[in-house]
Nanobody, 132 residues
Framework: QLQLVESGGGLVQPGGSLRLSCAAS????????IAWFRQAPGKEREGVSC????????YYEDSVKGRFTISRDKAKNMVNLQMNSLRVEDTAVYYC?????????????????????????WGQGTQVTVSS
């Protein structure tokens, strides 16, 4: 059974850090593009970051550039999202997703409006709350 499971969310103060993980079962993450999205209450789900399987290139939406880092942990079959200098506006449920198309690239125009329809496979999400 193909499954994505996110972990690592929680409550953190502004300026703090969290590391989210996306673990896969039933398939090897390294072969596929993995994207992170987030959805705040009352808002649309938006693209945060993406890592291509074709060439390893990473993409970030503008508000997280320099603060978030996406990476693969091949030994653990995971993709991590290291989030530093967190802000109140980063509060959201964070989801990982994949298109399950081998050796594809992230959309070059990656950003908050990247279509969720590109990714048929999703985890259940993990809550990130940034608050003092």
């Amino acid at each position: 059974q193909l499954q994505l499971v996110e972990s690592g969310g929680g409550l953190v103060q502004p300026g703090g850090s969290l590391r989210l993980s996306c673990a896969a079962s039933g398939f090897t993450l390294d072969y596929y593009t993995i994207a992170w999205f987030r959805q705040a209450p009352g808002k649309e789900r938006e693209g945060v970051s993406c890592i291509s399987s074709r060439n390893g290139i990473t993409y970030y939406e503008d508000s997280v550039k320099g603060r978030f880092t996406i990476s693969r942990d091949k030994a653990k079959n995971m993709v991590n999202l290291q989030m530093n200098s967190l802000r109140v506006e980063d509060t959201a449920v964070y989801y990982c997703a994949t298109d399950l198309q081998p050796y594809e690239s992230c959309p070059t125009a990656w950003g908050p409006t990247t279509s969720t329809e590109l990714y048929p496979y999703w985890g259940q999400g993990t809550q990130v709350t940034v608050s003092s």
